[in-house]
């Protein structure tokens, strides 16, 4: 398959999700480029930000996985361009 690269961003509205999210990242890590968060603890909200090198199915399982936890919201970026 393909790979492309993709643009994921996570907002956990409780930092309780963490743990599991940062649990399923762990899993991806291989293909994971960058990593970036920001913390915003007066807000209640955490970002996280994550550019991923994989098939365009594997990162939908990703942020499918992502997206189905509890006060996690994800976003996702497919770029149009395939990469070797």
């Not at 409780?14 to 599991?20: H, V």
């Not at 970036?36 to 007066?42: A, D, V």
């Not at 909200?45 to 509890?70: C, F, P």
């Amino acid at each position: 398959m393909e790979k492309r690269i993709g643009i994921v961003n996570i907002v956990l509205y409780d930092i309780a999700a963490a743990k599991q999210v940062n649990a399923l990242l762990s899993s991806y890590s291989p293909h994971i480029l960058s990593r970036s968060g920001l913390p915003l603890r007066e807000k209640g909200i955490y970002i996280i930000n994550i550019i991923i090198e994989q098939s365009a199915d594997e990162i939908n399982s990703l942020t499918g996985k992502l997206g189905r936890l509890q006060n996690v919201e994800v976003k996702c970026l497919l770029t149009k361009v395939h990469c070797e």
